[in-house]
């Protein structure tokens, strides 16, 4: 069964640019079922979806983060990585990726759902 | 604040039944459906309920999800002490060209 497990720096400096990488295992992030996401946890705080990526390029992005954001993808690697730039203190969290399905690689968003989860990364943004 | 509102806390003795309630508005439960997310302490969310009330395979079917409206609520039977954790809902919002909205969470207390 498929298997995300996050990486990257845990901390970042002010201003800069948060890069982390998610790796999947168990399944081909070129397969037509998944959309891959990127989801973020402050500490002591609930859930934000950040945005998905289909293995095309195909994006939806947070509308609160939009301007912030650049999700994508590389085959080859059977990773997906996520760009958040200008990072202040608010964008400390842990940050998860997780995957929801396509039907016959249609994503239909209204009803969908994230499964599995990656384990998760802390990120820190502080000088 | 949470697009989706849950109450912070809910408690209950072993073997009770408890409810966790999730409001929304007609962009987002009212029009879409509702997951719910188990994460226990120090782990990742897992999916709990999908499509409202469907369970994933291997979720015992002491839990289960229903939606009405604008609201959804998840229920807990037979509450045991591993069922103690944070639960958050989750649906797709249409508004700004769709996301996905959390509710705050709900902190289970198993007492």
């Known amino acids: 069964q498929l298997q995300l497990q996050e990486s990257g720096p845990g901390l970042v400096k002010p201003s800069e640019t948060l890069s982390l990488t998610c790796t999947v295992s168990?399944?081909?992030?070129?397969?037509?079922?998944?959309?891959w996401g990127w989801i973020r946890q402050p500490p002591g705080k609930g859930l934000e979806w950040i945005g998905s990526?289909?293995?095309?390029?195909?994006?939806y992005y947070n509308p609160s983060l939009k301007s912030r954001v650049t999700i994508s993808v590389d085959t080859s690697k059977n990773q997906f990585s996520l760009k958040l730039s200008s990072v202040t203190a608010a964008d400390t969290a842990v940050y998860y990726c997780?995957?929801?399905?396509?039907?016959?690689?249609?994503?239909?968003?209204?009803?969908?759902?994230?499964?599995?989860w990656g384990q998760g990364t802390l990120v820190t943004v502080s000088s | 604040q949470s697009v989706l509102t849950q109450p912070p806390s809910a408690s209950g003795t072993p073997g009770q039944r408890v409810t966790i309630s999730c409001s929304g508005s007609?962009?987002?439960?009212?029009?879409?459906?509702v997951n719910w997310y188990q994460q226990l302490p120090g782990t990742a969310p897992k999916l709990l309920i999908y499509?409202?009330?469907q369970r994933p395979s291997g979720v015992p079917d002491r839990f289960s999800g229903s939606k009405s409206g604008t609201s959804a609520s998840l229920a807990i039977s037979g509450l045991q002490s591993e069922d103690e954790a944070d639960y958050y809902c989750?649906?797709?919002?249409?508004?700004?060209?769709?996301?996905?909205?959390f509710g705050g969470g709900t902190k289970l207390t198993v007492l």
């Open positions: 168990g399944g081909s992030i070129s397969s037509s079922s998944y959309y």
């Open positions: 499509s409202n009330n």
């Open positions: 997780a995957s929801s399905i396509t039907i016959f690689g249609v994503v239909i968003w209204p009803h969908n759902w994230f499964d599995p």
């Open positions: 990526i289909y293995y095309s390029g195909s994006t």
């Open positions: 007609s962009s987002n439960i009212g029009s879409n459906t």
């Open positions: 989750a649906a797709w919002d249409d508004s700004l060209n769709g996301h996905w909205v």
